[in-house]
């Protein structure tokens, strides 16, 4: 049973737009972290949040943790052509069970 | 540094023939291990996960099973294999602490006809 709901569930835009990716959980994560993965690999980490309302920023990516910890989302500024792939959002509870949500699939355009 | 192997890259078997998929990781000690299926261009589904030699959780009842008999090595197992068992399986690692990162192995592709 996913508990990680992501939306949208595919993104197809222009390079130069901005989007957002949401990930939504009826469940308290102590932990939540945002993935990159391309095509036949394992997903890359991009960033973890630890505390409620939690920014965080990696150049034209933001990411920012609910208050209650149970949502995050995924901001991406000027998009280009090199950030296509699937997003996966990743929630913990404790410092064993990491749990995927359902994926973002995006495609940037030249 | 560390390091995670999975083996084999891609199986194709017949429904009902056995399965071993195995992960072995190196240059760390007591890692949190995990097994996860992932359809095509789909979030991963957490299998199994492992935080100690003989420890496993089951989160997919399913006919699948998983073992670990040394610290570093991780076994995914079917005996019988069906159709929907197909996917790209994911061994990964993370060290027990908050926020600690999931590291990934090459995958296996598996097809069941």
């Known amino acids: 049973t996913q508990l990680l709901e992501q939306s949208p569930q595919f993104l197809s835009i222009q390079e130069g737009e901005n989007l957002t990716v949401y990930c939504n959980s009826s469940?308290?994560?102590?932990?939540l972290q945002w993935y990159r993965q391309e095509p036949g690999e394992g997903p890359v980490l991009l960033v973890t949040?630890?505390?409620?309302?939690e920014v965080k920023k990696l150049k034209r990516l933001t990411f920012q943790f609910g208050d209650a910890r149970k949502d995050s989302s995924l901001h991406i500024t000027a998009a280009q052509p090199g950030d296509t792939g699937l997003y996966l959002c990743a929630g913990a509870r404790n410092t064993d069970k990491l749990i995927f949500g359902t994926g973002t699939r995006l495609q940037v355009f030249p | 540094s560390q390091t995670i192997h999975q083996w084999p890259a891609t199986l194709v078997q017949p429904v009902g023939s056995p399965l071993s998929l195995e992960c072995t990781v190196e240059?760390?000690?007591?890692?949190?291990l995990y097994w996860y299926r992932q359809a095509a261009g789909r979030g991963l589904q957490l299998l199994f996960y492992s935080v100690g030699i003989g420890q496993i959780s089951s989160e997919v009842p399913q006919n699948l099973s998983a073992s670990r008999p040394q610290d570093r090595q991780f076994i995914l197992s079917s005996k019988k294999l069906l159709l929907s068992d197909s996917g790209f399986y994911l061994c990964?690692?993370?060290?027990?602490?908050?926020?600690?990162?999931?590291?990934f192995g090459e995958g296996s592709r598996l097809t069941v006809l």
């Open positions: 990964a690692w993370r060290r027990r602490e908050i926020g600690g990162e999931l590291f």
């Open positions: 469940s308290v994560f102590s932990s």
């Open positions: 240059g760390t000690s007591n890692p949190n």
């Open positions: 949040v630890v505390t409620g309302g």
